[in-house]
């Protein structure tokens, strides 16, 4: 549905990643260039500090169209709506916002629609917020029981190689990702 050959995303995805693990530039840069490169158009996401550099990127960016949410199972609907339409989206949201889109993920599981989804993990390493608990554990098995396939990144290197392969798989294959991002890699929160 995108003009660029599967070869050539593929390669020029592959090419990122590898690049990107040997360059000095940060993950969230590394990730925008690999997501750009698999031909991502559209971003949707709930505003989260885990996030922000690449909402910041994403909103920078006129060839991409981006989208704040009320609530993150509106980023499922326009992802599987991006599709229809001829365009490969993201939905980035935090792992407290995937309790509130469970039921919404059924529409691409059940529809084969590509999804991509990056979720920036709380309830881990260093959390200061007791109410992030319970989802943060409950995350991967949630998204594993309504049918997504989740891979998980614990280091920079990890997720951007991570991401690109997502890519792959969620618009190559018709595959539901979710890339849990590890709160060890946030760092602890500052309030």
Request: hydrophobic share 45%; aromatic share 6%.
């Amino acid at each position: 549905m995108v003009t660029a050959s599967v070869e050539t995303v593929q390669a020029k995805t592959a090419s990122l990643a590898t690049d990107a693990a040997m360059s000095g530039r940060q993950w969230p840069d590394q990730v925008y260039d690999v997501l750009k490169a698999a031909g991502v158009s559209r971003m949707s996401y709930v505003p989260d500090a885990g996030h922000t550099t690449l909402i910041r990127l994403f909103s920078e960016d006129q060839e991409v169209v981006t989208n704040v949410l009320t609530t993150e199972e509106e980023g499922i609907a326009i992802a599987a709506g991006s599709w229809l339409g001829g365009k490969r989206s993201v939905v980035l949201m935090q792992s407290s916002g995937v309790g509130n889109c469970i039921n919404m993920l059924s529409l691409p599981v059940q529809a084969r629609f590509p999804l991509l989804v990056l979720v920036t993990m709380r309830g881990e390493w260093a959390e200061f917020n007791p109410w992030q608990v319970p989802m943060g554990q409950a995350t991967e098995a949630s998204l594993k029981a309504i049918g997504l396939r989740v891979l998980r990144a614990e280091t920079a290197s990890d997720v951007v190689e991570t991401v690109a392969q997502a890519a792959l798989m969620a618009f190559d294959a018709d595959q539901q990702i979710a890339v849990l991002i590890g709160q060890r890699l946030l760092g602890k929160k500052k309030w």
